[in-house]
Nanobody
């Protein structure tokens, strides 16, 4: 069983930066692929980024070059550094986990554990 807790959301002006954190409880964190998803008001949840146990990362085209996902297996944590934020990045951001050593899924259905979400609001 894995419990995930996100933090770091908030209000930021367009062009600014935020760093989201996701703390995981449970054993064998390094055996889990991790993902970040987001859901804007009235829209479907969408893939943002994911990371393998090895540190290889994958990004949605909409955030590539602006967002960076990383993990610290010693701290059981993953991070999402978000730079050059745009109005359309406004959403609730969720951390997700699945026990897998393969390429992480890009769909939410591929993950078994979810955090409660953290709100990111980008203003003009």
């Amino acid at each position: 069983q894995v419990q995930l807790v996100e933090s770091g959301g908030g209000l930021v002006q367009a062009g600014g930066s935020l760093r989201l954190s996701c703390a995981a409880s449970g054993r064998s964190f390094s055996a889990y692929a991790m993902g970040w998803f987001r859901q804007a008001l009235g829209k479907e949840r969408e893939f943002v980024a994911s990371i393998r146990w090895s540190g290889s990362t994958y990004y949605a085209d909409s955030v590539k070059g602006r967002f960076t996902m990383s993990r610290d297996n010693a701290k059981n944590a993953v991070y999402l550094q978000m730079n050059s934020l745009k109005l359309e990045d406004t959403a609730v951001y969720y951390c997700a986990a699945v026990r897998s050593l393969g390429i992480p899924p890009r769909t939410g259905a591929g993950y078994d554990y979810w955090g409660q979400g953290t709100q990111v609001t980008v203003s003009s």
